[in-house]
């Protein structure tokens, strides 16, 4: 008996013959169709010339820096927490 009667793949029907064409996808009518859907899926008032660049830096949002405060803060406090972390202090600080 050979092993290929007792375990056929599901994905290969088991009564194939050499005979039998396999479907035809390419036709004018799929291609039809392909269009139709495909204009029917796209937003046609989109366009990419509204939106920025994506991977070109941007300015921070406003909400991310309260009133008072600036970049250039954040860095200079940025620094400051680093020296701290050194174990160097603060220069220009007294210790009394």
Same mark, same amino acid.
């Given at each position: 008996m050979n092993s290929d009667d007792l375990m056929s793949d599901p994905a !290969?029907? /088991? #009564? !194939? @013959?050499?005979? @039998? $064409?396999?479907?035809v996808w390419n036709t004018k009518k799929f291609r039809d =169709? &392909? =269009?139709m859907y $495909? #204009?029917?899926l796209?937003?046609?008032r989109f366009s990419v /010339? =509204? &939106?920025p660049d994506p991977l070109s830096p941007r300015p921070p949002h406003p $909400?991310? &820096?309260? +009133?008072?405060?600036s970049p250039e803060l954040e860095r200079k406090l940025q620094e400051l927490i680093a020296q701290v972390k050194a174990g160097r202090g603060? @220069?220009? +600080? +007294? /210790? /009394?």
């Open positions: !290969h029907p /088991a #009564n !194939h @013959s050499s005979d @039998s $064409k396999g479907g =169709e &392909y =269009e $495909k #204009n029917r796209q937003d046609q /010339a =509204e &939106y $909400k991310q &820096y309260p +009133s008072g405060t603060v @220069s220009g +600080s +007294s /210790a /009394a």
